[in-house]
């Protein structure tokens, strides 16, 4: 299932996560079960499943405690993460602070997974106008912890804070890189570009949309519609953008 995900086949790492779970009944070990839910709920959210996302993490959280392995953080991470991407702004920022009560309790004992649930605090706040707390929680993200999920979150963030040339500087390099073969990097690459003018915007958003088409993205492949639709129109090809 790992590297189904890592290929962008999401409803193939959704199917081997699936299979995975049918010998739930056999396993005692609740960590176990509980990496099960999480990676279930990874794969529901890049599908665009996100109310599966959300029910899958909760669950994986409710099974276990911290534990020698922080496993009830990644459930919350997880959490946090589908709520964010459904575009659930209030019901992230619950899951955020939710996760800060455990980690505070564990007295912030477990350092993995702060800095993504740091910077998706900060993209919510910057998206309500919050700049310089999105500020101050994002250098406090790149000074303490090490982000090793969600890679473009520091581009949302800059997005948010409508700083389109930076993100775009961080959106290339990680669509040259690690990035390669996320959709959501093209994607929010391409809808840059629409949004400049770059005459590279409508090779990016054919690519995005082939890209999320082949994974199952169903939020990238409307934002690569979008972006399709936002180069169109600065085109005055109103009735062909507004299909």
Do not use: N
């Not at 299979?19 to 396993?27: D, W």
């Not at 250098?139 to 963030?157: G, K, N, S, W």
């Not at 519609?225 to 129109?233: D, E, K, M, N």
């Amino acid at each position: 299932g790992i590297a189904h995900a890592h290929l962008a086949d999401y409803a193939g790492a959704l199917a081997c996560h699936l299979r995975r779970r049918r010998f739930g009944p056999l396993i005692e070990d609740r960590a176990e079960l509980t990496d099960i839910g999480c990676m279930l709920s990874q794969a529901y959210a890049a599908l665009g499943r996100y109310a599966d996302a959300v029910r899958e993490a909760q669950a994986a959280a409710d099974l276990v405690e911290i534990g020698e392995w922080g496993w009830q953080y990644s459930a919350l991470l997880w959490r946090t993460w589908a709520y964010f991407a459904w575009d659930h702004w209030d019901d992230a920022m619950r899951s955020v602070e939710g996760f800060l009560r455990v980690w505070e309790s564990y007295d912030r004992a477990y350092r993995t997974f702060v800095g993504e649930l740091f910077l998706i605090h900060a993209v919510v706040l910057a998206r309500r106008g919050e700049d310089e707390k999105a500020s101050a929680l994002a250098r406090q993200a790149a000074e303490d912890y090490t982000v090793r999920r969600m890679l473009h979150l520091p581009a949302l963030l800059l997005m948010a804070q409508d700083r389109l040339a930076e993100a775009r500087v961080v959106l290339e390099e990680l669509a040259g890189g690690r990035g390669q073969l996320m959709p959501a990097v093209h994607a929010h690459l391409a809808e840059i570009q629409a949004r400049t003018g770059d005459s590279r915007a409508a090779a990016a958003a054919d690519h995005a949309l082939a890209l999320a088409t082949r994974a199952g993205a169903r939020k990238e492949i409307a934002q690569a519609y979008r972006a399709h639709g936002i180069v169109l129109g600065s085109a005055g090809r109103w009735s062909t953008a507004a299909e």
